[in-house]
């Protein structure tokens, strides 16, 4: 249904319609409104046409994180294994929890980094 149409199954008249629509168009380009209105009507108006202007502000709080204790206590044995082994392992440190540890080995630095891929 065309705006023409729309405006005709209002009541108005064809050449009523057809000046509703030219007005729109010159209201749209920022002409003056082809009808007078009152002080309080231009208020309103001006109120209605400017957005809610509040500024972005980020959520800024760290999001809590539940601890995942199967990936502490892999991490813990991957510690404990290479502390009482064999192996020449010196400095062993858990760097992360629930991550990482980091040791030397014959003189070289290793770290190992515990990953848990969602898919």
């Not at 009541?11 to 007005?23: N, P």
């Given at each position: 249904?065309?705006?023409?149409?729309?405006?005709?199954?209002?009541?108005?008249?064809?050449?009523?319609?057809?000046?509703?629509?030219?007005?729109?168009?010159?209201?749209?380009?920022?002409?003056?409104?082809?009808?007078?209105?009152?002080?309080?009507?231009?208020?309103?108006?001006?109120?209605?046409?400017?957005?809610?202007?509040?500024?972005?502000?980020?959520n800024l709080t760290p999001r809590e994180r539940k601890p995942n204790e199967a990936k502490r206590e892999l991490i813990r044995a991957i510690e404990e294994m290479l502390t009482y082994s064999d192996l020449q392992v010196e400095d062993a440190v858990i760097t992360n929890p629930e991550r990482q540890i980091d040791f030397s080995y014959c003189g070289t630095r290793y770290r190992v980094v515990l990953s848990a891929p969602r898919k």
């Open positions: 249904m065309s705006q023409l149409e729309a405006l005709l199954k209002l009541g108005l008249t064809e050449a009523e319609a057809k000046q509703v629509l030219v007005d729109d168009k010159k209201i749209d380009r920022g002409e003056k409104m082809p009808f007078d209105l009152s002080k309080e009507q231009e208020k309103a108006i001006k109120k209605y046409r400017q957005a809610d202007r509040k500024p972005f502000v980020p």
